[in-house]
């Protein structure tokens, strides 16, 4: 469960200070799926980071699934992290490594020795047993969101943050990775909060909500 109160964040800019988010409140029961709407520096993205740990916040209460994330150190800050699912527009995959080490790669980092129990699963519900040895060069933009997907799912968390994750992709490709996505999500009783610019996307989520200078309309 997300619950987030009176949350505000600024910008400062030589001197001068810019209010990003005023003061939002937003509830998302567990395991609902939102999607975020709003023109370019409305705050979607600002939201999406402070929700993952990686800004904090000017004031306002943050609880994810009811550990507050405002006070939290760096060193429990990264171990939030560890627990939430990440996947970007830019699908941050290495280039030199093959999809299964991509898969696997921050997994190994953050739980040296454990098995990815998931593994194999996630792979043939996202297609991709046939691409396991190929570089990210050789796969599709569809493709490669695939593998970001199945990295960000890889540690079974209990919230996926997804930032544009269609903004490099075509109509078609772009519904069918949102369709995986939200299908394991409900499948895995996953929140699922994602950034988007396409009304169209909006329909396979439980609520829609829309940023507008910093506020909720």
Avoid: W
């Amino acid at each position: 469960m997300i619950e987030v109160s009176r949350l505000s964040f600024s910008r400062h800019d030589g001197g001068e200070k810019h209010r990003i988010l005023k003061d939002l409140d937003l509830e998302i029961p567990k395991a609902q799926h939102v999607a975020l709407l709003g023109d370019s520096g409305s705050g979607k993205t600002t939201l999406l980071h402070i929700l993952a740990g990686l800004l904090k916040p000017e004031s306002g209460s943050v609880k994810i699934n009811g550990l507050e994330l405002n006070g939290l150190n760096d060193k429990a800050l990264a171990l939030y992290r560890r627990k939430i699912g990440l996947i970007f527009q830019h699908y941050q995959l290495l280039e030199c490594l093959t999809v299964k080490q991509n898969i696997l790669f921050q997994h190994q980092l953050n739980f040296a020795g454990q098995t990815a129990v998931q593994f194999d699963e996630l792979v043939a519900q996202l297609g991709l047993r046939d691409k396991l040895h190929a570089l990210p060069h050789q796969l599709s933009g569809g493709e490669q969101q695939r593998v970001g997907i199945a990295r960000a799912m890889l540690n079974q968390p209990q919230l996926i943050l997804a930032d544009e994750p269609t903004g490099n992709l075509d109509q078609k490709r772009s519904h069918q990775v949102v369709t995986l996505l939200t299908k394991l999500c409900k499948e895995r009783q996953i929140n699922l909060v994602m950034v988007t610019h396409s009304q169209q996307l909006t329909d396979y989520f439980d609520t829609v909500k829309v940023l507008s200078d910093g506020r909720f309309e």
